[in-house]
């Protein structure tokens, strides 16, 4: 190897190490903005990060979810999809792409995901009540209802189950449930 390789080896890995460094700087900044709910600040942070490292997972899904707040569902689900690429098994990373899926109107997709996560983990309650809440959106109320029902016979004190249940028959017309 040449001394001119080398050289350039050196510069490229030294000029590496000062950006990782200084993106790895960031991570803290970004998530104790997020913590004290200074989300513009969080959002600078993170764009800092993935400028450096685009396969951060957690910036990644820090920014998917800024972005769905904002309503940018496309971009969100691209961002969680890129921090899922870590661990497509993770479950709480799918549940948030179900999640998003879900509030962008694509029923189908994130009642797959959820039932996807609930394979790996039954008792997994984010996924089972996202299930629950996305089949009563997109009016498959007797679907919702026995997923409320599932949701209700582990604890029955879920007021999100109970709730759930109650907007069901009142989007469904019935009063009975």
């Not at 200074?38 to 820090?62: C, I, K, Q, W």
């Not at 029955?156 to 009975?176: C, E, H, I, K, Y």
């Amino acid at each position: 190897m040449s001394r001119r390789r080398i050289a350039r080896w050196a510069a490229a890995s030294i000029g590496f190490a000062v950006l990782a460094t200084a993106a790895w700087g960031q991570m803290p900044e970004g998530n104790a903005a997020w913590n004290a709910g200074r989300y513009a600040e969080a959002r600078a942070a993170y764009d800092r990060v993935l400028a450096a490292d685009s396969l951060n997972v957690r910036a990644n899904l820090r920014v998917g979810i800024l972005l769905s707040w904002a309503g940018q569902l496309d971009s969100a689900i691209t961002f969680v999809r890129r921090a899922r690429r870590g661990d497509l098994t993770d479950n709480d990373l799918q549940v948030i792409e179900a999640r998003i899926h879900a509030w962008h109107g694509e029923y189908d997709l994130a009642v797959a995901q959820y039932d996807s996560v609930l394979r790996r983990d039954p008792a997994q309650r984010d996924a089972a009540l996202g299930r629950a809440v996305t089949l009563s959106w997109a009016d498959r109320f007797a679907e919702a209802d026995a997923a409320y029902r599932t949701l209700l016979a582990r604890n029955p004190a879920d007021t999100a189950a109970l709730t759930g249940r109650a907007q069901v028959a009142a989007w469904s017309g019935d009063n009975a449930a």
